[in-house]
């Protein structure tokens, strides 16, 4: 089992609608959790972070993050053309205080 | 402004030569991080390195060399050990705190001529 695991997509959305991104990760004892935005032939941008159990939201954006199921999500209201990018959830495990463990990255593409 | 600067943007590497990559950040983080990236590919740590004078092994640190002699820099050494080295490298860095996240520079392209 990866430690990260995302759907690598791509997931297809119009323009308008929600784009829902998911994210499962092995560790129980994972504290913090990161989503960042690749556009093509770019390097990550951060769009998130989370580490309390709940919602946290910020603009368009909403972080879902539920521990006992080892799971956090990102949902993207009103999603646009320039919302089209991949997406990597990050993960800092236990026990590697200084080391992020990423996904593979889940491509959106929103069409018009 | 505070970031991550990686230098050159492009980079071509002729057959048995090595070349390094460099990194400068001025976050004042004490952690950083080498990833390649292969096209339609996820990260992959190459090395990291959490204090000055000290760094670890990532995943796939064969052909590769590191050193951190200052807490600004992280120069990456892709060595003619690495028979396949085009790729994306990206460098970032972090801060201590758990939630702190890592920070990437804008990345190096890497061909073989």
């Known amino acids: 089992q990866k430690e990260v695991e995302q759907n690598s997509g791509p997931l297809s959305v119009p323009e308008g609608a929600i784009a829902s991104l998911n994210c499962t990760y092995s560790?129980?004892?994972?504290?913090?959790f990161f989503w960042y935005r690749q556009y093509s032939g770019k390097s990550p941008e951060l769009i998130m972070f989370i580490y309390s159990n709940g919602d946290k939201e910020d603009g368009r954006f909403t972080a879902q993050l539920n521990k006992a199921s080892q799971y956090v999500s990102l949902l993207i209201r009103d999603s646009q053309p320039s919302d089209s990018a991949t997406y990597l959830c990050?993960?800092?495990?236990?026990?590697?205080?200084?080391?992020?463990?990423f996904g593979t990255g889940t491509r959106l593409q929103v069409t018009l | 402004d505070g970031g991550i600067t990686q230098s050159p943007k492009y980079l071509f590497r002729k057959e048995g030569q090595n070349v390094t990559l460099s990194c400068e950040q001025n976050?004042?983080?004490?952690?950083m991080y080498w990833y390649r990236q292969d096209p339609g590919q996820g990260l992959r740590l190459i090395y990291y390195?959490?204090?000055?004078?000290?760094?670890q092994k990532g995943d796939i640190a064969e052909g590769y060399s590191v050193s951190r002699e200052k807490k600004e820099s992280f120069p990456l050494t892709v060595t003619s050990a690495q028979k396949n080295p085009t790729a994306f490298y990206l460098c970032?860095?972090?801060?201590?705190?758990?939630?702190?996240?890592?920070?990437f520079g804008d990345g190096t392209r890497l061909s073989i001529l």
């Open positions: 976050l004042n983080h004490d952690a």
């Open positions: 390195s959490q204090i000055v004078n000290d760094f």
């Open positions: 970032a860095s972090r801060g201590t705190r758990f939630y702190q996240p890592q920070h």
């Open positions: 990050a993960v800092n495990a236990n026990g590697t205080a200084s080391k992020l463990t």
């Open positions: 560790d129980r004892g994972s504290q913090s």
